[in-house]
Structure formats: structure tokens, C-alpha cells
């Protein structure tokens, strides 16, 4: 007689074995479903980005099928790392492990956030307290985290980088760096950071993109160094939200760029560039087209956060801009698309 609300599963869309795969050498995201597809969708622009003779082709076809492979078992795998990492590894910092306080994050910040959950408060309010990078891309900066609490940070990923745990690529564009999840610092850090400071704050920026309802986030930490990635070409983020916060080291260089909104037109004409400063978070919509200029020199680490909101995602996936295919995750926030469950029904006989 009593019915149990019904759980949400978190979910991806299935366009992500299919949509977006990017190929470095030719500054691609392809759409990939078999070589005919390939070749006649693609045929020509591979052609004028140096994909000329057969071998080349053969090579990108390969590289294409393992990537598809790869995100097919990436959900599974990633649990498997996340549990021998739980077993096994000794943080160097276990203080991060720890509930979020107030005292890792900047006085800027806090008070940026205390505003937003004031009574009255509003956008104009809101952007007195905030750097305004652009009003026209609606793109902003505010200091986040403390110097002190980057440097621990970067400790304990430096501490991780070095010992013998396996590690998932951060995205499928960057190849160095760390999953936050897989860390074991999703719960104490990124959750408790968007649920308590960063949605009040998108709220009242991006009430448009879901700001008030984000649920659910994908967070890494990615690396830049010599020898390693240096930049990163242009695209859009797979969230509604997204925020960039540079943890250092010593670099030059790097700067990020940002266009226009991947739907419009001539969204890369007079990009604007953003320099990196240690501490700080740059606060803008997932769908900004956007990438990273050429390290010069040192390296370079930053946390990106993207934040989802499944009642907009729900509707139209960001990725392949239609209606999502939904594919059930095991565990974890899958893409932030979700799906209720069936409730279940408690059945009284009468006797």
C-alpha cells in the first residue's frame, strides 16, 4: 500500500561510443559508426589536413575503433582502478580526504558565495564580487581555493603521478593527469564543493543552463608539461557549466582562448585569450567553444570541473544535440543524464 519514491540511475547518452572522437594530428572530432561513414562524411576535410594516402587513412581507422573500444569499457574499468586505489594506495596528504572546509577556499569566494544565498540577491549584485572576463560570453573569474590549499593539492597528486597505481586518462582530449573520482576525492572535495558553494553561485550566473539544479559533475585534474600534452585544440565541454581553476606550478604560456557558443557561426573569429592565475576559477558555459595556447615553459596543472544539470541535459544531449539514448551506468554519475527507476509497490493481503 506504500510506494517508495522513485530512485534516479544515472546515466550516458549513447553517442558517446559514436560522437565526438577526437584526433589530435588533424584537429578533429569525429562522428564515427564504420569506414563508409568515415570516408564520406570526413573524406574530404582529412584530405586537406594531411590524411592523403592509404596508410594514413588505415591508421586513423584503427586509432578510431580502439577509441570506440576504449569508452565501451571505460565505465567498468574505471571502477577497477578506483577500487585497487582504495585498497592500496597511501595518500601523501590524508588531510584532503577530509570533509571540505571553509579554510581551503578564498575569502573571495566565500563571500561571493555568502551573497548568492542572501536574501534580495541578484545577478548585478553578484558580478560586483566576481571578475568579468567577458559580459558578452559570460565568462568570469573569482579566486577559489587558497595558495596553500593548491600547493597541498598539487602534492598529493604529484605523490599519486609517481607511484605505481594505474590511472585513467582525465578526458578524451588530455592524456596526462588525474580522475578525481578514481583518486577517492570526489566525496570529500568536488561534491560538497558543487553542492554548497558553486550552485548558489551558478544560480544566479546561469539560471538559463541549469545553475540552480546542478546534480551530478565529471572532475579531473589535467597536466601540461614538456614532453607531455602542451596544449589543447579547440572544443566545448560535455556540461552545462564548467569550472577551470589553475593549481600552478611555475609555467609561462598556456593561456586559455575562448569563441563563441559551438552553435553559432564563425564561433572562433577574434578569440579571447585568458591568462592563468594560481588559485583562481574561470566560470563558464560548457557549450564555449574554447581550448589552450602552447605551454611555453614550466608546467602547468588545473582542476576542471564540468557541472551537469540532468533536468536540461535530460531533454537534448550536448554532445549529439538530439533527445539521449540512455545507457545505464553501474556506479557514479555516468554522463548526468538520468532515468527514474520503476518504484517498487508494497502489496497488502487482506485476510
Known sequence: ???????????????FCSENLYVARYGLHLRFRDER?????????????????????????????????RRRRLGQESAARKALIASSYCPARPDLYSTLQDAALAPEFLAAVKYSTSPGADLLGLLQR???????KRIYRVPVFTVSFCQALLEELEHFEQSDMPRGRPNTMNNYGVLLHELGL???LV?????????PLMG?????????????????VVKYAPGQ?????????????????????????????FGGLFQTPAALTQPLEVEHV??????????????????????????????????????????????????????????????EELPSVDVCTLT
Open 229 to 257: 600534452d602542451r596544449e589543447l585544440g579547440c572544443h566545448y565541454d560535455n556540461a552545462e557549466l564548467t569550472l577551470n581553476v589553475a593549481l600552478g606550478k611555475a609555467f609561462t604560456g598556456g593561456a586559455l582562448y
Open 278 to 339: 594560481v588559485g583562481h576559477g574561470v566560470l563558464h558555459r560548457g557549450g564555449q567553444l574554447h581550448g589552450a595556447r602552447a605551454l611555453g615553459t614550466g608546467e602547468r596543472w588545473n582542476l576542471v570541473i564540468w557541472l551537469r544539470a540532468s533536468a536540461v541535459r535530460n531533454h537534448l544531449c550536448p554532445m549529439c544535440c538530439r533527445k539521449p539514448d540512455l545507457v545505464d551506468e553501474a556506479e557514479g554519475f555516468g554522463d548526468g543524464f538520468t532515468r
Open 1 to 15: 500500500m506504500a510506494t517508495a519514491a522513485a530512485p534516479r540511475r544515472f546515466c550516458r547518452c549513447a553517442c
Open 186 to 188: 570526489d566525496e570529500p
Open 204 to 220: 544566479l550566473l546561469y539560471p538559463d543552463c541549469g545553475g540552480a539544479g546542478l546534480d551530478s559533475h565529471r572532475a579531473f
Open 37 to 69: 561513414q568515415l570516408r564520406q562524411d570526413y573524406g574530404s576535410i582529412l584530405r586537406s589536413r594531411g590524411c592523403v594516402n592509404p596508410e594514413d587513412f588505415q591508421q586513423l581507422l584503427v586509432e578510431l575503433e580502439q577509441e570506440v573500444v
Open 130 to 136: 566576481l571578475e568579468i572576463v567577458s559580459e558578452e
Open 191 to 199: 561534491t560538497p564543493l558543487r553542492e554548497r558553494f558553486l550552485q
